[in-house]
């Protein structure tokens, strides 16, 4: 299995909504990566988990909250989020905590918020 | 200066057409080097790792030049299915994460 499942593919929510994003990988990779991707700009780190801890924070709003259950998952909630938030929100993994082999990413979530 | 810098293009070129692209990075302790393909509202894909020696896969070939600091593509025999972004990416080692280009758009024409 050589995939970044993520899951939904779109979401549509409302600023007072609160919902998660999931992401999953059975590839054994130790760090896990959150991205914004806004329309023509290229993929913004937003937060790095390595062996299962939060190693970076890119100075992210409290409104995104990362969690990691396991090595495996990755999840994403929001609450309260502003509409200059809609993005595509893209999940990564790689082999090791600096990326020396590159990133594997999933497919995203378009998100919307209204 | 930004960390990783690339031409924003957009390149238009011929179906066949050879077509170059360069990116400098201005961490020189950078120790990885990636370029990335991502097709219009899909998610980035890894196309080559670049090679001290330099590298080829098929019509991509990929150079590093530390002294410069700056790697290339350069594709041959263009194909419409080349039509898409190229994303410089680095890794500015130490603890720091693979750092983006703001990519470069090519569209091959008919």
């Known amino acids: 299995d050589t995939e970044v499942t993520q899951t939904p593919k779109h979401l549509v929510m409302g600023m007072t909504n609160k919902k998660s994003l999931k992401c999953e990988q059975h590839m054994g990779h130790r760090a896990m990566y959150w991205y914004k991707q806004k329309a023509k700009k290229p993929p913004e780190l937003m937060f790095v988990y390595s062996y299962e801890k939060l190693s970076i924070n890119e100075s992210v709003p409290s409104r995104f909250s990362p969690e990691c259950p396991n090595s495996s998952l990755l999840n994403l909630h929001l609450h309260a989020l502003q509409p200059e938030d809609s993005a595509l929100y893209l999940c990564?993994?790689?082999?090791?905590?600096?990326?020396?082999?590159?990133?594997?990413f999933g497919s995203g979530t378009r998100l919307t918020v209204v | 200066r930004k960390e990783v810098e690339q031409d924003p293009g957009p390149f238009n070129v011929p179906e066949g057409a050879t077509v170059a692209f360069n990116c400098t990075y201005s961490?020189?302790?950078?120790?990885?080097f990636f370029w990335y393909r991502q097709d219009c509202r899909k998610e980035p894909k890894l196309l080559m790792s670049?090679?001290?020696s330099g590298n080829e896969d098929g019509r991509f070939t990929a150079q590093l030049n530390r002294a410069s600091q700056y790697i290339s593509l350069l594709i041959r025999d263009s194909k419409l299915s080349d039509s898409a972004t190229y994303l410089c990416?680095?890794?500015?080692?130490?603890?720091?994460?693979?750092?983006f280009g703001s990519g470069t758009q090519l569209t091959v024409l008919p």
């Open positions: 990416v680095v890794n500015a080692g130490s603890a720091r994460q693979l750092t």
């Open positions: 961490n020189s302790a950078s120790q990885s």
């Open positions: 990564a993994s790689s082999q090791d905590a600096g990326g020396n082999y590159g990133y594997t």
């Open positions: 670049v090679y001290s």
